[in-house]
T-cell receptor, first 111, second 111 residues
Framework: DVKVTQSSRYLVKRTGEKVFLECVQD?????MFWYRQDPGLGLRLIYF???????EKGDIPEGYSVSREKKERFSLILESASTNQTSMYLC??????????FGSGTRLTVV | QQQVKQSPQSLIVQKGGISIINCAYE??????FPWYQQFPGKGPALLIA?????SEKKEGRFTISFNKSAKQFSLHIMDSQPGDSATYFC??????????FGTGTRLLVSP
């Protein structure tokens, strides 16, 4: 089975800090995605990538950036964390035209 | 046109009953309709998926019903069990494009 690993389950950061969320998948998936999940709002796409060094904005990219230097790794960066970025962050990967495999999520609290 | 509307937002079903979650879409180009199941503290996991060339797909107690003319699809959970208590997301995509998710349904199966 494909495994998507997110480096941290829980993170607490201070307002203004630069935050890195790491995601690694162990199969040769082209596509990788970052979502945030908030109660009542479902899954909202932040950024996605169809290939190494490629990135595209999702529905809510403001305040975030991403990096994909290797095929298996997709990093989400909060340039200057704010309290409204407190959320559950989910990484996913997929092959073209196939369903997604999600990681277990990182619950980020910004204080 | 890219939205997938999911209902209800929450659902309580007695053990042994049938759970039904509905989704509606506008984009007639959608050709892949998966359902994801998410337990607390975990990422969503692919449960079952359907393509529009069939009207129904069954896997164990889980069935997707698809109505192409109405642009609706639904998840039926037969003989619902307390272990089915989770959040369920429908989704849709076209070709190699990214998935569009519904807002989720929180299911509680009471003993």
């Amino acid at each position: 089975d494909v495994k998507v690993t997110q480096s941290s389950r829980y993170l607490v950061k201070r307002t203004g800090e630069k935050v890195f969320l790491e995601c690694v998948q162990d199969m040769d998936h082209e596509n990788m995605f970052w979502y945030r999940q908030d109660p009542g709002l479902g899954l909202r796409l932040i950024y996605f990538s169809y290939d190494v060094k490629m990135k595209e904005k999702g529905d809510i990219p403001e305040g975030y950036s991403v990096s994909r230097e290797k095929k298996e790794r997709f990093s989400l960066i909060l340039e200057s964390a704010s309290t409204n970025q407190t959320s559950m962050y989910l990484c996913a990967s997929s092959l073209q035209g196939k369903g997604y495999t999600f990681g277990s999520g990182t619950r980020l609290t910004v204080v | 046109q890219q939205q997938v509307k999911q209902s209800p937002q929450s659902l309580i079903v007695q053990k042994g009953g049938i759970s039904i979650i509905n989704c509606a879409y506008e984009n007639t180009a959608f050709d892949y309709f998966p359902w994801y199941q998410q337990f607390p503290g975990k990422g969503p996991a692919l449960l079952i998926a359907i393509r529009p060339d069939v009207s129904e797909k069954k896997e164990g107690r889980f069935t997707i019903s698809f109505n192409k003319s109405a642009k609706q699809f639904s998840l039926h959970i037969m003989d619902s069990q307390p272990g089915d208590s989770a959040t369920y997301f429908c989704a849709a995509s076209t070709g190699f494009q990214k998935l569009v998710f519904g807002t989720g349904t929180r299911l509680l199966v009471s003993p």
